[in-house]
C-alpha cells in the first residue's frame, strides 16, 4: 500500500472512529458535563504523549479562540447527544459551514460569493426541518444546543484559518484542557459504573485522542476534495450506528433535513474543484 493510500484509508478510519462518538456517548450513563470533562482529560494526555516534544503553544489570541471555540464544540456536542437524538446532534453540527461563509468576510476578509448565499440558504431550509419533527421539551433544548455546536465549530475553523503557521494540535489540546476544567466539578456527583468507564476510556483515548493523530498524518497527504468527502463518513454512519447499538431512530422530517444538509455542504465544497480543472495546479 502507497503513501496516498494509507492516507484515505487513515481518513476514511478517522470519520467512522468520530461517527461512533454519538453511540459511546449515549452508552456512558453520566452526567454530560462530567462525560465531556473526562473524555477531554483523557484526549489532552494522549495528545500530549503522542506529540511529545513537538508542541508550540503560543498563547496568541486567535490560538485561544480556537481552543475556546473546540471546548464550546466539545460540551455542546455531548449535552446535545443527550437530549436529542444522535442524528440531530451530528447533523445540525454540520451547519457550521453557514456561520463560517457568514462571519469570514469581517474576521478574516474573505469574500463570500453569490453561490455561497446560496448555500447558506439551503443549509438553513435543511436545518429548519429538524424542528418540525415532534419534540419532547429536552429535544428541543438539544437541537438547539446542536446549533451551538454548528455556531462553535464555526469559530474554530475561523481561528484556525487566523493563524499563518497553525498546527491543529496546541489549539485542540488548549481546548480539551478548557473542557476539562469546564467538566470537573461535575464529576463528583455520583462515579460512573465499570461499563459507563469502558466508554469513557474509549471516547478519551481513542475517538479523540489517537483519531486526531491519524488525522494529522492523513489530512498532509490528501487533497482538501478528498478529504472533504471521505470525512462525510462521520455523519453519516454516526446515525446509523446509534439506530443499530442504541435504537434510536431519527424522524423523518430530521432524516429529510439531514439530507439536505449533507448535500449541501458535499456540493459547497465539491463545487470550487468542478469548476476548475486541476484545481491541485498552481495559480
Known amino acids: 500500500m502507497n503513501e496516498k493510500s494509507k492516507a484515505v484509508f487513515l481518513m476514511a478510519a478517522t470519520a467512522l472512529i468520530w461517527s461512533s462518538g454519538g453511540l459511546a456517548i449515549k452508552l456512558v ?18 495528545l500530549v504523549i503522542l506529540f511529545r516534544g513537538r508542541l508550540k503553544f503560543g498563547f496568541s489570541l ?82 438547539i444546543i446542536a446549533v ?40 463528583f456527583s455520583a462515579m460512573p459504573s465499570a461499563g459507563s468507564w469502558i466508554g469513557l476510556i474509549y471516547l478519551g483515548i481513542f475517538q479523540q485522542g489517537i483519531s486526531l493523530a491519524l488525522y494529522t498524518w492523513a489530512i498532509k497527504r490528501l487533497g482538501a476534495l478528498e478529504a472533504i468527502l471521505i470525512m462525510t463518513l462521520e455523519p453519516i454512519f454516526n446515525p446509523i450506528l446509534v439506530a443499530v447499538g442504541y435504537g434510536e431512530i431519527p424522524g423523518k422530517w430530521a432524516i429529510i433535513g439531514g439530507l439536505v444538509v449533507i448535500l449541501s455542504v458535499t456540493v459547497r465544497g465539491v463545487w470550487p474543484f468542478l469548476r476548475k480543472k486541476n484545481p491541485y495546479s498552481p495559480k
Not at 474554530?156 to 496546541?170: D, G, H, I, N, Y
Open 29 to 46: 450513563d453520566w452526567n454530560p458535563m462530567a462525560i465531556t470533562g473526562m473524555r477531554s482529560a483523557l484526549a489532552a494526555l494522549t
Open 62 to 143: 486567535v490560538q485561544l479562540g480556537a481552543a475556546a471555540g473546540y471546548a464550546g464544540l466539545l460540551i455542546t456536542n455531548v449535552a446535545a447527544t443527550k437530549l436529542t437524538t444522535s442524528a440531530n446532534a451530528i447533523l445540525l453540527a454540520y451547519t457550521a459551514p453557514v456561520y463560517v461563509a457568514l462571519l469570514a468576510p469581517w474576521f478574516l476578509k474573505e469574500k463570500t460569493s453569490r453561490s455561497d448565499w446560496i448555500f447558506i440558504a439551503v443549509t438553513v431550509g435543511g436545518m429548519v426541518l429538524f424542528f418540525l419533527d415532534k419534540l419532547s421539551p429536552s429535544g428541543l433544548w438539544g437541537n
Open 148 to 187: 451551538v455546536t454548528g455556531i462553535s465549530y464555526a469559530i474554530f475553523t475561523l481561528c484556525m484559518r487566523a493563524q499563518k503557521s497553525a498546527s491543529p494540535v496546541e489549539s485542540v489540546i488548549m481546548g480539551h484542557l478548557l473542557t476539562a476544567c469546564c467538566g470537573l466539578p461535575f464529576m
